[in-house]
């Protein structure tokens, strides 16, 4: 995956498009990321002896292709690739060309 925990991102596509947030958690399984304050969806708590019933707001996950990795360098959305330095791969910005991290 292009998206990694803490990037920050913002969604092209859906309800929050054109919305920035960071990256809590990536799930490369489902090819989905959560990230701060979008998709927020609505819990129901059931009440318990220890705990009172409440109504929590959290994000919900969101797919891969529907967001964009946000460079703060370009103050613009830009696509990412790979490149091998020194036998590593790094990641690069498309564009502005610098390696990312």
Excluded at 2 to 19: C, F, L, Q, R, S
Aim: net charge positive; hydrophobic share 35%.
């Amino acid at each position: 995956m292009h998206i990694k925990k803490d990037d920050t991102v913002v969604v092209i596509a859906g309800k929050d498009k054109g919305k920035k947030g960071k990256v809590l958690k990536v799930m490369p399984k489902d090819d989905k990321v959560i990230v701060e304050g979008i998709n927020i969806q609505t819990k129901h708590q059931k009440q318990t002896k220890k705990v009172a019933s409440e109504i929590k707001h959290q994000e919900g996950p969101v797919h891969v292709s529907n967001v964009m990795f946000w460079d703060a360098k370009a103050k613009a959305p830009t696509r990412i690739g790979f490149k091998l330095e020194n036998g590593t791969k790094k990641r690069v910005s498309k564009k502005t060309g610098q390696v990312l991290e």
